[in-house]
């Protein structure tokens, strides 16, 4: 089959932050980019990020990176590559600086410096009193930073393909990445775009969860298009449950809640933070205050009708902070719930938030994968940054604030490489006639309906397994079900209908290839999840309830050809300081 052909020198899959910082940085180095999204830029779910941005200004308490690194080490309970968080940390301040002159209105303190508000595992002085490191445009942080860097990429002349949807990555057979096939959703046309270096930055996979607070095209695409490359994915065991969705809904409500001084309590009216975080209370970290919120449901102390949920407390911070402080989270509750934060506590459950693993990279952005019995080594042309991407700076556990740092800075390191890597390879490489053929061979299954389930039943039952069987606290017996349950829906894929309607539109198509997507990270997560035999960050398991450093300070990495999962060490030699050995972790 001929399917059209245009050549850039960097293609971006996905305009979330990590896309559109990295295009940014490429245009207006005068690379030729081109931008594809599944949806239009601005609807990306970077936008949907409320709390704030990371960085040690220091503006409101006495900060500096080097705290921000320890927290960041710590809160990853010791899984971070310490080189990454270095890098990260000490990149931090300077990306602040960029995004506002780029124009985001980051709130101000009265002398006109940026406000910065206290979040969950920040620290001064290596592991002391509360730290306030996050940087904030009220709560509509990322919806402030994703319009500003979509402006800035206009003024660069980023070329967009908005509503494309990439299918697959073309490899040449010397392993070599020349691009993506991609389907314009619109009249279900194909593309095939050829680049120098592609860029994957396609957001994570919340998805995989009944209750989340993730959008709904957060479906995995991108780890899965490197799992069908041959690329494993790493640490996919850690996944964050933020502990304050909406209760039964998952919408979230900002950390920035607690940190402007909000609380939680249990059905006894009791402040439970303090019996499982002493100091930190409820701005420990986040799988902490998760983990100590299932536990008050599961001991009997939860609130409402089905004692499932803990209520997070404002109303004592008077009408006017909430409402100045929180305008985005008051509408959002009045919205779904008909009250007003500031009057009536809101009633909050864990639900699933963020992907931690993903796929491997290093500091610079460059996707590496392990070779036989050998190093690691980059694949050539293939970057990946953001939230599908495994750097790893938030290792088991990432702190909230961290991840529109993770974006920003990895983001740009990419696009600083692949400058680099464009000046050394200046031409296309010639892309083998059947590149296209894995991509064509997936859309060919769809072109059909089965007669079978409906790719929305399957995608329902799949996030219901995923919650019930790989959730907050988890074991052997209850993973293996899991696993088993997936393996045989991913088998039930083989006559699924595409829509129960007679009249297929091509969203259908594109649903059931984000489901095939999904499978595969479901696969992965639960793999990933049964093999690791510890609990450490989000991965806490009631069989075994100790970290073991010993046996398990390593990074996992599931193949998809095999269904297995192997190990790697983690970098724990920072860039220039001393390393943070593990230690116990407490808050
Ligand atoms: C509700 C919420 C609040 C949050 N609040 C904060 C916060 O306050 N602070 C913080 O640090 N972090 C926060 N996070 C996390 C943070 O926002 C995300 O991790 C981060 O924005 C992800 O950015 P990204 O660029 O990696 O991906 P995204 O912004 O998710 O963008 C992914 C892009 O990939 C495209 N894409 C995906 N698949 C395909 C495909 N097959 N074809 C074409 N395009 C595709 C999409 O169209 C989209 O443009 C929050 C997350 C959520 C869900």
Redesign the pocket.
């Known amino acids: 089959m001929e399917i059209a052909r245009r050549r850039f020198d960097t293609l971006i ?7 559109l910082r990295a295009a940014l940085h490429l245009s207006s180095a005068d690379a030729h980019v081109a931008v ?4 239009f ?1 601005t609807r ?3 936008v ?6 990371n960085a040690a200004l220091a503006n409101v308490r006495p900060d500096n990176w080097h705290w921000h690194m320890f927290d960041t080490v710590k809160g990853s309970d010791y899984l971070g590559d310490q080189d990454a968080i270095e890098y990260m940390c000490r990149a931090a301040p300077q990306a602040v600086y960029e995004l506002e002159h780029f124009g985001v209105p980051f709130s101000r303190l009265d002398d006109g410096r940026i406000y910065q508000r206290q979040f969950g595992g920040q620290s001064m002085n290596f592991g002391g009193e509360q730290a306030a490191r996050t940087c904030a445009a009220a709560d509509r ?2 919806h402030a930073i994703l319009q500003s860097l979509y402006q800035q990429n206009i003024r660069a002349r980023t070329h967009f393909f908005d509503e ?3 299918i697959d990555l073309i490899k040449d057979h010397e392993g070599y990445l020349l691009g993506a096939v ?1 389907m314009n959703i619109a009249n279900s046309e194909l593309l095939l775009i050829e680049a120098k270096t592609t860029l994957l ?4 996979a ?1 998805q995989l969860f009944r209750t989340n ?2 959008a709904l ?2 479906t995995g ?2 780890m899965a298009m490197a799992l069908r490359a041959g690329i494993p994915l790493q640490d996919m065991e850690f996944f964050q449950f933020h502990p304050t969705g909406i209760a039964g809904k998952g919408m ?1 409500i ?1 950390e920035a809640v607690r940190g402007e001084g909000g609380y939680l309590v249990n059905a006894d009216g009791e402040r439970f933070m303090e019996h499982y975080a002493p100091n930190a209370k409820d701005l420990a970290s986040r799988d902490v205050v998760s983990r100590a919120i299932a536990t008050e449901v599961r001991e009997g102390r939860g609130c409402g009708e089905h004692r499932d949920h803990v209520l997070l407390k404002v109303d004592h911070l008077g009408a006017e902070t909430v409402h100045q402080r929180l305008p985005g989270i008051c509408d959002m509750v009045r919205t779904f719930l008909g009250t007003d934060p500031a009057e009536s506590p809101i009633p909050v459950a864990p639900t699933a ?2 992907t931690m693993g993903g796929i491997p990279t290093n500091r610079f952005g460059q996707v590496i994968v392990p070779l036989q019995h050998g190093p690691e080594e980059p694949v050539p042309g293939l970057y990946a940054a ?3 991407a495994c750097v790893s700076v938030h290792g088991a556990n990432r702190l ?6 993770d ?1 920003l800075v990895f983001g740009r390191a990419a696009a600083n490489h692949i400058v680099d890597y464009l000046h050394e390879n200046r031409y296309h490489k010639p892309c083998p006639t059947d590149g296209a053929d894995p991509a064509l061979a997936r859309l060919a299954r769809w072109e059909q309906q089965g007669d079978g389930e409906t790719v929305d039943h399957l995608r329902t039952e799949l996030a219901q397994i995923m919650e019930e069987n790989c959730g907050v606290f988890r074991t052997e017996e209850v993973m293996q079900d899991g696993l088993d349950k997936v393996t045989a829906l991913s088998g039930r894929m083989g006559d699924v209908r595409l829509t129960d309607h007679s009249k297929i539109f091509n969203t259908a198509r594109i649903e059931a290839l984000e489901l095939e997507n999904l499978m595969d990270v479901a696969l992965a997560t639960v793999a990933s999840a049964l093999q690791r035999k510890e609990s450490r960050g989000a991965h806490s398991r009631i069989d075994y309830p100790e970290r073991d450093d010993v046996q398990w300070l390593r990074h996992s990495l599931y193949h998809r050809d095999t269904r297995t999962v192997d190990y790697k060490p983690v970098r724990t030699r920072p860039i220039t300081v001393d390393s943070f050995p593990p230690k116990e972790r407490v808050y």
Do not use: M, R, W
């Not at 594809?36 to 949806?39: A, E, G, L, P, Q």
């Open positions: 899959i996905g305009a979330g932050g990590g896309g594809v999204s599944k949806v830029p990306s779910h970077t949907a990020a409320q709390g704030g941005v942080t990322g494309y949807f990439a991609v930055a396609t957001g994570g919340g607070t993730n095209i957060n695409d991108g979230l900002s938030h963020y953001g939230e599908c909230g604030g961290n991840s529109l740092l974006i």
